[in-house]
């Protein structure tokens, strides 16, 4: 099967197709996330501009062209950056989710022409107690039930994780037992930092999240959280985490020293695995670069049928190749995100 990987940088948008680079495209823009929807093959990216503020790119000839979307604006908030855009569910062919700063999550039913905000998020009623992270006050990780367009997750730093079962119309913080370290009370109901969160394809129950204060799984849509660190991990803190599409139980994360110093853990980019839903986490870096101190950030690792694949600071894209890592691509602008299609 042909693996097609968009990287998005700091100066553009790049494409790895059948292990061919290409690129840059949307030159002047730096881009947040990119993706293409599996419903009808356009693209989709998330940019933003020091003029132009934070927009959505389209494209329906693989990039050969782009329409670019209105000016987006929410009332009553101060459009920062966007995040990450998100297909709708197979049912809902016109619909995209845009997560963005301050703590926004935006709904397109035209394809992106025109957004409007998901007021039931965007107007919480825990919202005064959410606060910015190091990167802002950022909705990054939008998640769909492939089952039921009615529920859905999104990640915001530093609010937590919310759901919803109602299509957006309410949402629940659903961050039982995550740790938030850094405030007065440890395991508040809102205020968690949370890095990154995904839904299992074939087990959507089962959700995986790295957080600012450790890695969870929880195996029941987010009711309860079960922390994952501190039994084979260097460090709780990171950014990126990866899913084995057939495999429910096998997870990849790359750790970080920490907040106060935000580089790959022990001087080496280590990706580490699970096997067995996070009792144990074992070094899985064969074909990696040592010593390495680099970054990789929260949109920059994604996985597909034949594995994960993500990208650093510094450059670099890696890909898993049966039992070891191989370079996709080097001497990049840094990396801000990858997808697989």
């Known amino acids: 099967m042909a693996r097609e990987v968009f990287v998005g940088t700091r100066k553009g948008l790049f494409f790895i197709r059948d292990g061919e680079l290409s690129g840059p495209e949307l030159t002047g823009w730096t881009i947040f996330h990119a993706i293409r929807d599996p419903r009808d093959g356009a693209l989709y990216v998330a940019s933003n501009n020091w003029v132009y503020g934070g927009v959505v790119h389209r494209s329906t000839d693989d990039g050969k062209t782009w329409e670019r979307s209105e000016k987006i604006e929410v009332e009553g908030h101060d459009m920062g950056e966007v995040w990450h855009v998100e297909p709708g569910h197979e049912s809902e062919p016109s619909t995209l989710f845009l997560g963005a700063a301050p703590g926004l999550l935006l709904r397109s039913d035209d394809s992106g022409t025109t957004w409007s905000a998901v007021d039931g998020l965007v107007s919480h009623p825990t919202r005064e107690r959410w606060e910015a992270g190091a990167g802002g006050m950022c909705c990054h990780s939008v998640q769909i039930d492939p089952g039921s367009p009615q529920r859905m997750l999104a990640g915001i730093s530093a609010a937590g994780a919310f759901r919803t079962a109602d299509g957006g119309e309410t949402w629940t913080a659903v961050n039982s037992n995550v740790a938030a370290d850094f405030l007065p009370e440890k395991y508040p109901e809102v205020g968690q930092c949370v890095h990154k969160l995904l839904l299992h394809p074939a087990k959507p129950e089962r959700l995986w999240q790295q957080n600012h204060c450790g890695v969870y799984r929880s195996d029941d849509f ?98 898993l190749d049966g039992a070891s890592w191989q370079e996709l691509a080097r001497e990049l602008p840094p990396v801000l995100s990858v997808e697989v299609t």
């Open 222 to 319: 987010g009711d309860t959280w079960e922390r994952l660190d501190g039994n084979g991990l260097p460090s709780s803190f990171g950014f990126p985490i990866m899913l084995d599409r057939s495999d429910p139980d096998v997870a990849y994360v790359i750790p970080e020293e920490g907040a106060e110093n935000r580089v790959t853990s022990n001087g080496r980019l280590g990706v580490y695995r699970t096997t067995d839903a996070g009792a144990s986490w074992q070094l899985f870096s064969d074909g990696l670069p040592e010593p390495a101190w680099t970054v990789v950030l929260r949109e920059a690792s994604s996985f597909d049928d034949r594995g994960p694949v993500f990208g650093t600071q510094s450059g670099s894209v890696w890909a």
